[in-house]
């Protein structure tokens, strides 16, 4: 699986300092989701761009080449905060299906988190090149890719050994689904639940399938 980092680097930069490529990035994604949510794709030039991230033109465009190049870090972004949560929850001294419910939930709070990213991500891939929608859909069967290894990794200690490669594969995009339907439809989930009974609600009914996988092996 390719990692954050070499996706990262298909956005092509002259700047030699990855820490600083890497700050003036999240930058100018963190700008331009409420930009191209607030007035379109389409409607945010790159000289509204570059002053909501106190950049010049110029020097924004060391940093990327054009406004789809923005789109594809905003999925970057994504993947990271992902990837991140997700580490963290397997390095917690939880087994089983404990370590399986942080990892869930790891990955909600994110959703939550970058609800606005996410929904950006869904409503403007059509505008990409084909190029970048490629990317766009194979960052996207990392995040679920993340969730397989993370239960293939739970699987080998012996703690979940009722999974087997098919239903780990098929709760991998069930989590990602779930995940991204709080994104989707928090216009209505908001009003009827916190992001904490819905992690709480939506880990039992993953929880309650595994369950029933179970009693039928």
């Not at 996706?7 to 994604?29: F, G, P």
């Not at 990327?64 to 789109?71: A, G, H, N, P, Q």
């Not at 390095?91 to 790891?106: F, H, N, S, T, Y």
């Not at 200690?157 to 990602?176: A, C, K, V, Y």
Request: proline share 2%; hydrophobic share 40%; aromatic share 10%.
């Amino acid at each position: 699986m390719r990692t954050k980092d070499s996706d990262a680097k298909e956005v092509v930069t002259q700047i030699k300092n990855q820490e600083l490529v890497k700050e003036r990035r999240r930058q100018i994604v963190d700008a331009a989701v409420p930009l191209f949510i607030e007035h379109g794709y389409h409607k945010t030039t790159t000289r509204l761009l570059a002053k909501a991230t106190g950049l010049s033109i110029g020097t924004m465009y060391d940093y990327i080449s054009t406004k789809e190049d923005v789109l594809y870090l905003v999925c970057m972004a994504i993947f990271s905060e992902v990837e991140h949560g997700v580490k963290e929850a397997l390095a917690r001294p939880l087994r089983g299906k404990d370590a399986l419910a942080e990892v869930i939930r790891e990955y909600f709070l994110v959703c939550d988190k970058m609800s606005d990213h996410v929904l950006l991500m869904y409503q403007v891939t059509q505008f990409l090149s084909p190029k970048w929608q490629k990317k766009v859909l194979e960052a996207e069967i990392n995040i679920t890719d993340l969730f397989i290894e993370a239960m293939h990794q739970i699987r080998s200690t012996g703690t979940l050994p009722e999974l087997d490669d098919d239903t780990i594969n098929l709760m991998g995009h069930n989590i990602s689904i779930l995940g991204h339907s709080w994104t989707f439809r928090r216009w209505y989930f908001a009003k009827h639940f916190t992001i904490e009974s819905y992690i709480a609600q939506q880990t039992d009914f993953i929880m309650n399938f595994l369950d029933s996988k179970k009693e039928h092996v």
